[in-house]
T-cell receptor, first 115, second 111 residues
Framework: DAGVIQSPRHEVTEMGQEVTLRCKLI?????LFWYRQTMMRGLELLIY????????DSGMPEDRFSAKMPNASFSTLKIQPSEPRDSAVYFC?????????????FGEGSWLTVV | QKEVEQDPGPLSVPEGAIVSLNCTYS??????FMWYRQYSRKGPELLMY????GNKEDGRFTAQVDKSSKYISLFIRDSQPSDSATYLC???????????FGKGTKLTVNP
């Protein structure tokens, strides 16, 4: 089983540029999560989808951030325009969609640096 | 007050020591409690999960929940250098997939 696949693993970009992070879910999973991890704030949920529908986007910082699921196995997180304070590790995770949250599997993260 | 508080450490112990990691939470509606382990430059992976108060054991690991004091613990017996990682507690309400994480405690087990 390939696990959750994220790309790119590392990205360095200049302030103002658009950043697109990509995620492929584990086959058969129907819930998709985007998390952001920083030293200051720890691991924070940005948005999550169930069956391609956004369920909770209350963690999305502002309008510069947007997330989509164009199909059941793929998602993108876009930041436009990017700012230095967006520098963080962005994790995608997926689950079978159970209510207990005990089957959430994380990808290895996309390390973003905005200079 | 943050929903989940966790001492970030770092915590350094000799091999073979018993390790105790702890979190407190503020919302009594949380019913499911998890511990994730995160190795350096990797994603978190689920280590233990418990429902409501009580203990759960898995090999060298024991997860403990005390809902009356809103306190959750992870004990590691006979700690090994391979246990060196950041440990994150996470909580969620029943019926929700939205996990709230502690900031994590960085553990180093020295050979």
């Amino acid at each position: 089983d390939a696990g959750v696949i994220q790309s790119p693993r590392h990205e360095v970009t200049e302030m103002g540029q658009e950043v697109t992070l990509r995620c492929k879910l584990i086959s058969g999973h129907n819930s998709l999560f985007w998390y952001r991890q920083t030293m200051m704030r720890g691991l924070e949920l940005l948005i999550y989808f169930n069956n391609n529908v956004p369920i909770d986007d209350s963690g999305m910082p502002e309008d510069r951030f947007s997330a989509k699921m164009p199909n059941a196995s793929f998602s993108t997180l876009k930041i436009q325009p990017s700012e230095p304070r967006d520098s963080a590790v962005y994790f995608c995770a997926s689950s079978l969609g159970g209510a207990r949250g005990n089957t959430i599997y994380f990808g290895e993260g996309s390390w973003l640096t905005v200079v | 007050q943050k929903e989940v508080e966790q001492d970030p450490g770092p915590l350094s112990v000799p091999e073979g020591a018993i390790v105790s990691l702890n979190c407190t939470y503020s919302n009594s509606a949380f019913q499911y409690f998890m511990w994730y382990r995160q190795y350096s430059r990797k994603g978190p992976e689920l280590l233990m999960y418990t429902y409501s108060s009580g203990n759960k054991e898995d090999g060298r690991f024991t997860a403990q929940v005390d809902k009356s004091s809103k306190y959750i613990s992870l004990f590691i017996r006979d700690s090994q250098p391979s246990d060196s990682a950041t440990y994150l507690c996470a909580v969620t309400q029943g019926g929700s997939e939205k996990l709230v994480f502690g900031k994590g405690t960085k553990l180093t087990v020295n050979p």
